[in-house]
């Protein structure tokens, strides 16, 4: 079962131990990138040899992330590559012990967050946060040996779990997915006994700011666990109003500390999910927690008796501690002019890849260079939306569906267009009217502080886990790369695709100065003519091969057709796909809503929930 799985049960035997954002975010990333990136970037090895390149490296790093602990040595450099001559030591020397716990911890505090393989990405990058924020009392768990032999050479501190995971993708609501949850629980059960204070996170959740000193704030809380809460409960950054909380209390970032109430807790909650496989993790936290809530500890603190009426419990702010939906569709932090501290990307409907974009878009997601400088350069196109579309009028089913379908027709030929010249598209901000939850609702949520229109993830919409996906060639055609709306405005962007750009100006044909030539009176810009066909891009934009950037003035009227009818065919297979649900209509069953990606060729196309059975389906 593992060497840490043999901690839970000796602990058991013994007697316990008691004891502006992206302003922010940008000044980290252009401070540290070069030396982390050559960490975290350098080719993985599961083999004995492994160096950390240093030819990124343009300056020291800002922190050597060496705090020490009353009573310790200096913590190991995180991001520090063992030897390149040195062997990968024995497994048995991961195991998570007291000791090794201890030589992280700072502070009697230790942040922990776990995964497997396919998750190394995200953990990498909640790693660079926190060291971008000079925290390194940290430590991962690797649920397969892959994992922890990668993080290991790239200088991570790691424990092995002995789950024995699949290195993949498990999905989430999976068994597997359950599994892994069931692996948090004994993992809090293996720390706790060790008397440390334990900040438990998932892996798809970053740090913008450092959470220690506020966790501080609130010595006598036994448990501090984020929620679901989409109502704001308080407007500064006091802790939620635990009587206002209704939603569920959120597992991917809590904070325990190794006291008798929040050990006898997880046990508890241990022993109810080995008994019962079918239980969620988060469920059965929260019905344990729930059993008694109240009263307030004081007048102040915001913290409250639960459980079993002993436990002091704190709920973190939604406001500062954002879930998906107070971060990305309310930005209540902005509205409340706070600075968030944590990001967790909840409320999302592409899977990992959903999630993943998300962070991408918010700029916090760290990807290797070449992400930033793809073979065959990039499409942008500036979208024009009439104001009409986007304020006049109730916001209701059909001015949402004219906005979306607006913009989706614009995204369509730029895919097209994407596709012919083969370019990874720059999506372009995507701009809502009614927001996308799993049941009805009136638009909005009442008491949330969404304004409307709002910039909506490119989820809400698009069906980002299957754009990112490898389908069939023969059915679907040549892929089409994309990358999220903010990707230009990245300063990681790297000098060499910023100064490679061109403006194209789309004119009509037949006006003056529009017939495809760059001879215009500034460089770099090149007028082109309107509705024009696929051997017409093909023929012109072949001696811009080499520019890194094509970003058109706009996409109305801009691409015409395919001359190859059979790659138009596979294409527009492809495009149906791409297009997911707005949900939900209240007092209809089923409540959802298909967009249809081509829209414009159904006469009198309207948005409304399928009426029958044989009517629910994608339309394709």
């Not at 970053?206 to 000193?213: F, I, N, S, Y």
């Not at 036994?222 to 802790?239: A, F």
């Not at 490119?458 to 389908?471: G, I, Q």
């Amino acid at each position: 079962m593992g060497g840490w799985r043999n901690a839970v049960q000796e602990a058991a035997a013994s007697k316990p131990l008691f004891l502006t954002i992206y302003t922010t975010i940008i000044v980290g990333i252009v401070a540290t990138s070069f030396y982390v990136f050559s960490a975290i970037y350098s080719p993985s090895a599961s083999t004995s040899t492994q160096s950390i390149s240093t030819s990124w490296l343009s300056s020291p790093p800002l922190s050597q992330n060496k705090a020490s602990q009353p009573g310790s040595n200096q913590l190991k450099t995180i991001w520090q590559a063992p030897p390149s001559n040195s062997k990968m030591p024995p497994l048995e020397s991961f195991k998570l012990t007291k000791e090794l716990v201890g030589e992280r911890a700072k502070d009697n505090v230790i942040i922990v967050t776990f995964g497997n393989f396919a998750f190394m990405d995200f953990i990498l990058t909640w790693v660079k946060h926190l060291t971008d924020l000079d925290v390194s009392n940290l430590l991962v768990g690797a649920m397969d040996t892959k994992l922890l032999e990668a993080l290991y050479w790239k200088g991570v501190p790691v424990f092995d779990m002995g789950s024995h995971m699949s290195t993949i993708d498990v999905g989430w609501g999976s068994p597997t997915f359950h599994k892994m949850g069931r692996e948090k629980v004994l993992l809090i059960n293996a720390i706790l006994p060790f008397g440390y204070e334990l900040l438990m996170c998932d892996t798809d959740m970053v740090w913008l700011k450092d959470p220690l000193p506020y966790l501080a704030q609130y010595p006598d809380a036994d448990i501090l666990t984020s929620s679901d809460q989409v109502v704001p409960t308080v407007v500064d950054d006091r802790l939620a109003d635990w009587k206002q909380v209704g939603a569920a209390y959120n597992i991917g970032i809590f904070h325990w500390r190794p006291t008798e109430p929040a050990i006898k807790l997880a046990k508890e909650w241990k022993d109810m999910l080995l008994a019962d496989e079918k239980i969620w993790d988060q469920n059965g936290f929260n019905e344990l927690a729930r059993k008694q809530t109240g009263p307030a500890i004081d007048d102040d603190s915001g913290l409250f008796y639960a459980f079993d009426g002993t436990l002091k419990l704190g709920i973190l702010p939604e406001s500062i501690f954002c879930s998906g939906h107070t971060y990305f569709v309310q930005a209540m932090y902005e509205q409340l002019r706070l600075e968030p501290y944590a990001l967790h990307t909840t409320f999302q409907y592409g899977g990992t890849e959903g999630k993943r974009h998300r962070l991408r878009e918010a700029m916090v997601f760290y990807d290797p260079p070449e992400y930033y400088d793809a073979p065959g350069g990039f499409l942008s196109f500036k979208p024009s939306i009439p104001k009409s579309l986007l304020l006049d009028g109730e916001h209701n089913l059909e001015s949402h569906f004219s906005l979306i379908n607006y913009q989706m027709k614009q995204i369509r030929s730029a895919l097209a267009i994407a596709s012919l010249l083969n370019r990874t598209l720059v999506m372009p901000p995507l701009w809502c009217r009614l927001d996308r939850l799993w049941f009805s609702h009136p638009g909005v949520l009442e008491g949330s502080m969404t304004r409307q229109p709002f910039l909506c993830p490119l989820d809400h919409v698009f069906e980002v886990n299957v754009m990112l996906k490898d389908l069939p060639q023969e059915e679907f055609g040549p892929a089409i790369n994309i990358r999220e709306y903010s990707f230009l405005n990245n300063p990681l962007l790297p000098q060499q695709v910023k100064e490679s750009w061109l403006d194209v100006q789309l004119c009509q044909e037949g006006t003056e100065d529009c017939h495809a030539s760059s001879n215009t009176s500034r460089p770099g810009l090149l007028r082109f003519p309107k509705n024009s066909t696929e051997e017409m891009f093909k023929t012109v934009f072949s001696s811009f091969k080499d520019v890194k950037v094509i970003q058109f003035s706009s996409m109305q009227g801009a691409f015409y057709s395919f001359t190859d009818k059979t790659r138009e065919e596979k294409f527009t297979n492809r495009m149906k796909r791409y297009v997911g649900i707005w949900c939900c209509v209240e007092n209809h069953t089923p409540g959802h809503i298909y967009y249809d990606m081509y829209w414009d060729e159904k006469p009198g196309w309207k948005p409304a929930p399928p009426q029958t059975p044989e009517e629910d389906h994608p339309p394709f």
